[in-house]
């Protein structure tokens, strides 16, 4: 599960459970890609 939060620390998203390494990987990818100018901490 990956937690989106915001500069101020607020929680603004969680993501989905993973039952699998590449479907973990491929939902961060994702939001690279769909969200390029936002920058994550993994």
Do not use: F, Y
Request: charged residues 30%.
């Amino acid at each position: 599960m990956l937690d989106l939060k915001a500069k101020n620390n607020q929680l603004i998203g969680t993501s989905e459970s993973h039952e699998s390494v590449s479907g973990r990987d491929n939902g961060i990818d994702s939001v690279t890609k769909n969200a390029p100018d936002e920058k994550l901490k993994i």
